[in-house]
């Protein structure tokens, strides 16, 4: 079971939840399950967020998750 935390506006997306544990293989089934659970409004977010695996880092989506992994959502920030 992973442990997803939402950050910004993925947290606003995913209608105020702050994390959640989700069953997923990969990034792209963590999207799938997560886009069934709250919608087309968190399924846009995560298009172009960022992952964090344990605090590192994740640009293959189909990559295996390790499990028990905390994911880490982040959309991308405005400003510099």
Not at 2 to 23: D, H, Q
Not at 55 to 67: K, M, Q, S, V, Y
Request: net charge negative; with cysteine.
């Amino acid at each position: 079971m992973l442990t997803v935390r939402y950050f910004a506006g993925a947290r606003a997306a995913a209608g105020g939840i702050s994390s959640e544990a989700v069953e997923a293989a990969n990034l792209d089934e963590l999207t799938q399950v997560l886009s069934g659970r709250h919608g087309e409004r968190l399924t846009l977010v995560m298009k172009a967020a960022s992952f964090l695996v344990d605090g590192l880092n994740c640009h293959d989506r189909r990559a295996a998750l390790p499990a028990e992994a905390t994911v880490d959502v982040l959309p991308p920030f405005a400003g510099g």
